[in-house]
């Protein structure tokens, strides 16, 4: 079970999650390696990563709006794909690296993609800017140099009832413009 | 008028700036501060400053009321009716109530009772609990068991209106008033489901209509659409035996406070309401609303801080929405284009909750000498709206833009110069002038005369909406002896960047920057700040804010004016320095000022004053401002006339908020008032299920929201017009900006395919019905 759902994000660690073949429904003991550092937490095996980013690691930076899958507000990062955290269990991460909003500022130092939503202005109530910067971020590490309408398609999972939407573009293809300089 | 004590006379920059700036004198009291001078002259105010919580938000850092964790906290669940219409017979909670992780668990409704026992929409509270997790919270829900009398039920506005129709409720039960946080009229029959009309009466329609050279006639529907907030409906309630305090997700932390010391009988002075990020609320969280009487009860019962949060299901099903509305319009104009009679009728639905009416668009917006409406509420089996960003004047504008279009073509008169005949503010003349131009309104071609499958077209619609101002607004203004400086208030940022134009407003007085004011707000133990909603904030908190800040300001320069030798009234303060205003070469800087306080701090507390003309309306603790708020945007579409998908390629968005505080945000939120609009127009709709009462779209997928590749260019132009009101003389936005979206694009879908499309949303299957492709669609509610 656990590793035909690990294959749907392409890789699998099924075994180093758990090799027992039936888990729960008490909690179990995982590792997840979040923002460079292990960490082990005791989980349901029905709790999503986003449960469990937000609960159990406090990393709250990742937010829940629909929880399935419509809003890509609880983007993160698996390895160097983004995925909505909402639609993962913990249990199916293993050994994959997770990378969240808490973790993609270095130090003091905004993402280029952070710094850009600031100045212009990519945000309003903020609650959706999390996803965003994280597939804004991720657009970046995969395309140097993007056009609009790659910002758009990037977001095009995004739901932001306030209306960034312009200014995220705009914002995106600034801090790419940054980046070369 | 004379000046007498209590007042003095003071000269304020007055007009629109790209027509003509120029002056007006006005009696102000005595403790307002001086006139602030035009944008062009100030060096913070009217400035694109990014926000000052930008940084916090683009690092996940903002705490949310879902992020809000306290120890002990318990996690609260709202069991729901499956049921549009039933009497509850009994509650069964025994089993739940043994469910290990459970600490408290209480009915909502009185079982037995017919009238306290009926529940009327499907998702209506009628158990609580509040466990160890959410899990433990559901499952305990799923082991209540409720019996139901199931009652006939009617969830489609039409069916609603016939006299044969369930009725949702009897002349008892019925709500009478403000019952949905949107006003409506008290004291007015019910007929089965209908109540109302509202009526409203201007000179002699009749006679108006016989003397029209020209009459329009036509029905306009509009859809029901949800807030859909991106942060849920969000509450930690924690009860102790020395006082309450909620951490909300809220537009108006003083309103919450004040309906939960009623509520739950507590003084006001032991309740404290605190939100820091708040994830959109649009109208839906103005109140306390009723998850947030069952979590602060849920808390009470079990001892324990308790965290309820809705999910996107609840969220769309009983979190409050824009009604839902049916309006037959028609019109009569003169041969050159003046009206001679407006009758409008409208029957809307809020659920079961009062407030469908469609505002004040078509009695104000035009010269007309004779009006007539009747307005009408319809209960139905649905959850109860609520108000929803320029509630009324939303669906209100849909419908009369596109008569005054048609009154034009009928007249063979551009809808520009009609509307420059029969509209007499000179906030909308201009903005049509600059609307018109940035568009390129000339090259606009006649209705349908378009070729080949994609149709383009342009389209414009005006809007109205009222300034409103909040009189029971305070802001405190603290300078430390360190030469720190906050500005505290209970005013609340929902996404707008209210905290950033207040740091604005203090920075300008003090002649500092922005990032030298700390901005402590959205927490009811500061000075009680206006609610965000009705588009108040800005206009409400702003002249409080400056009229604190200047009041402290002459406490310090009262200290530096010792060290510097010179007269109080003589020294300015500017960019970081307290100045001798006819000789700046003597002066200290602002931190040396501070340090000759006699004690740790100097603070004034101020409130919103009276709009310096008066106020053309005063309703309790909010006002309404002499001068309405104008728009007016222009749409330019192309319509697929294969398979009826509109784009919406462009959008030219010109607005008034008086003084433009922030341009930069003020950017964003109209930019997000169109896009809410082009949403409107195009995708959104709650549909219910005929037979079952249930919404069959409760979520962000099934309902469609514009999302990046929907949203067109759209180009904000910022009036700077100066009324010489306040001691900001800034008003505001977020409504506005919202209002003629929709009929702009409808008015601009006509130019492109030269048929009208009358009900929202404006979908693929409604264009290929208008281009009589396709049969005739079943209208819903």
Redesign the interface.
Known sequence: MIETASAIIGTVEAKEANTESVIGPDPVSITLRVNGVARILQV?P?MTLAEAL?GSL???????????G??S?CTVWLDDVTVCSCMMLAIEVGARNVT???G??VGDK?HPV?TA???H?A????????GM?MSCAALLEHQSDPTADD???A???????????????AATLAAAKARKA | MAADATTRTETFPSGIVSVALGEVVRQVPVDEPSPLPPNALLAVIGKPVPRQNGRAKVTGATTFTVDVTLPGMLHGRILRAPLPHAVVRSIDSSAAARHPGVCAIMPIVSPGDSATATVRYVGAPVAAVAAVSVAAAEEALRLVRVDYDSLPFVVDLDKACEPTAPAVYDSASAPMGHASGFPAAPGLPLHGNVRGPATDVRGDPTQGFAQSDVVVEGEFRTQVQTHCCLEPHAIVADWRADGLTVYMSTQFTAGVRHELAETFGLPLNSVRVIVDGMGGGFGSKSSLGNYGRIAVALSRQARAPVRLVLDRKEEQMDSGNRPGTWQHLKIGAKRDGSLAAISLTSYGTAGVALGAGIGNVAQSMYACPNFEAAQHDVFINAGPGCAMRAPGNTPGAWAIEQAIDEIAERLSIDPLALRDRIDLSPVRREERRIGAERIGWQRRHGPGTDSGPIRRGLGVAQSLWGANVQINCACEVRVMRDGSVEVRSSVQDIGTGIGTVLAQVVAEVFGLRVDQIAVRIGDTEFPAGPPSHGSRTTASITPAARTAACQVLQLLLREAALALNAAPGNLIAREGRILVRDDPSRGMSFIDATARLRTDRISAVASRGDDYSDFRRRMGDAAMAQQDLGGVQFAAVAVDTETGIVRVERVVAVQDCGRPMNPLLIESQVQGGVLMGVSYALFEERILDQHTGRMVNPNLEQYKLAGSFETPAIDVILLENYQGQSATDAYGIGEPASIATAPAIANAVYNAIGVRVRSLPMTPAAILTALGKVPLRKSRT
């Open positions: 349901e029905r937000r406090g990393l709250t930076g990742t937010k829940i709006a629909c929880n399935r419509a809003c507000a969240t909003i808490e993609l500022a905004l952070q939503f600031v100045e202005d945000l309003q109530c903020g609650f959706c800017t999390p910067v910002v758009n398609a977001i095009s999972g995004h739901i932001c009832r306030c209306g960034t939407y312009p200014h995220v573009v």
